[in-house]
């Protein structure tokens, strides 16, 4: 079993930036596909950017690329998200996901079998 914590939302202006953390437990993400994934209210969950285990040619969702960062610290057990640019349809409760594995990012949230509970970011115009 793997256990995911996220941390790092909060409120920020139009344009500033916020750093997310996921903080993983139960198992090594080092044999895992990290993702994360966003959901707004009244709107589907969505996937936003996945990196393999050997953090190399993340993949972007269209809406962030050039503006959001995926990174993972495996003997942290850790990915990040480094969100710049933020725009107000940035809004959303921001969730870590991770699937077993070491090659392939998926994009849709069922891939994958493991979630933390969320953290919410809040983009004023």
């Known amino acids: 079993q793997v256990q995911l914590v996220e941390s790092g939302g909060g409120l920020v202006q139009a344009g500033g930036s916020l750093r997310l953390s996921c903080a993983a437990s139960?198992?090594?993400?080092?044999?895992?596909?990290m993702g994360w994934f966003r959901q707004a209210p009244g709107k589907e969950r969505e996937f936003v950017a996945g990196?393999?285990?050997?953090?190399?040619?993340?993949y972007y969702a269209d809406s962030v690329k050039g503006r959001f960062t995926i990174s993972r610290d495996n003997a942290k057990n850790t990915v990040y998200l480094q969100m710049t640019s933020l725009k107000p349809e940035d809004t959303a409760v921001y969730y870590c996901?991770?699937?077993?594995?070491?090659?392939?990012?998926?994009?849709?949230?069922?891939?994958?079998?493991?979630w933390g509970q969320g953290t919410q970011v809040t983009v004023s115009s």
């Open positions: 996901a991770a699937r077993y594995g070491i090659i392939h990012i998926y994009s849709a949230a069922t891939d994958y079998g493991y």
């Open positions: 139960g198992r090594t993400l080092s044999s895992y596909v």
């Open positions: 990196i393999r285990w050997s953090g190399e040619n993340p």
